[in-house]
């Protein structure tokens, strides 16, 4: 069965202290992996795809990085307003499925 | 440019009543996939809806249904209502069917 595993549940973390966030998947047919930003009752609101192994992609303090069984959220010097639930989505063959997230906090 | 759009923010509902949720699409997508977010969890992918479709579906029981209209928005309706159907319901609009989505704000229901 198709699953994806977000780790850790929760992360605190001081402004400036870098850290990663991991998702791990198990999909047949891997069409796409996803990651979003989610603020407390909103909507996720979309950051990176990620295609194939190997690939990367940069927006502003985030880095994404895929292999063919996890994915990384590397955030580097991060700031208050980083703060947020940052969720990992896989698009299989027959829908898209997200992990339960990673609720990031990051103190001033 | 109108991002994704949905109506009501917010409902409150009895056990056993039905409720429709509607959702417009951003500009220049034409599929609109819906998910279910209970507390605490990430969303869990109710259905897809493309060229008035249905064309994937998840887990979940027959008494949610949806359609698509010909201008490319769509509604989600849930029959006779559980408590357990209580959760923030996202749409989400792509330009085709594996492509990344961008999603609304949300449709907050309480059933009572």
């Known amino acids: 069965e198709d699953q994806v595993t977000q780790s850790p549940e929760a992360l605190r973390l001081q402004e400036g202290e870098s850290s990663s966030l991991n998702c791990s998947y198990t999909?047949?047919?891997?069409?796409?992996l996803f990651w979003y930003r989610q603020d407390p009752g909103k909507g996720p609101e979309f950051l990176f795809t990620?295609?194939?192994a190997g690939e990367e992609k940069e927006k502003e303090r985030l880095k994404a990085t895929l292999t063919k069984k996890e994915s990384f959220l590397h955030i580097t010097a991060p700031k208050p307003e980083d703060s947020a639930t940052y969720l990992c989505?896989?698009?299989?063959?027959?829908?898209?499925?997200f992990g339960a997230g990673t609720r990031l906090t990051v103190k001033p | 440019d109108a991002g994704v759009t949905q109506s009501p923010t917010h409902l409150i509902k009895t056990r056993g009543q039905q409720v429709t949720l509607r959702c417009s699409p951003k500009?220049?997508?034409?599929?609109v996939s819906w998910y279910q977010q209970a507390l605490g969890q990430g969303p869990q992918f109710i259905f897809q809806?493309?060229?008035?479709?249905?064309?994937q579906r998840g887990n979940f029981p027959d008494r949610f249904s949806g359609h698509q209209f010909p201008n490319y928005s769509s509604e989600l309706n849930v029959n006779a209502l559980l408590l357990g159907d209580s959760a923030l319901y996202l749409c989400?609009?792509?330009?085709?069917?594996?492509?990344?989505?961008?999603f609304g704000p949300g449709t907050r229901l309480t059933v009572t």
């Open positions: 989400a609009s792509s330009r085709d069917r594996e492509g990344e989505q961008y």
């Open positions: 999909v047949s047919g891997l069409r796409g």
């Open positions: 990620l295609y194939s």
């Open positions: 989505a896989v698009q299989a063959r027959d829908d898209m499925r």
């Open positions: 500009s220049g997508h034409d599929t």
């Open positions: 809806y493309y060229e008035e479709e249905e064309r």
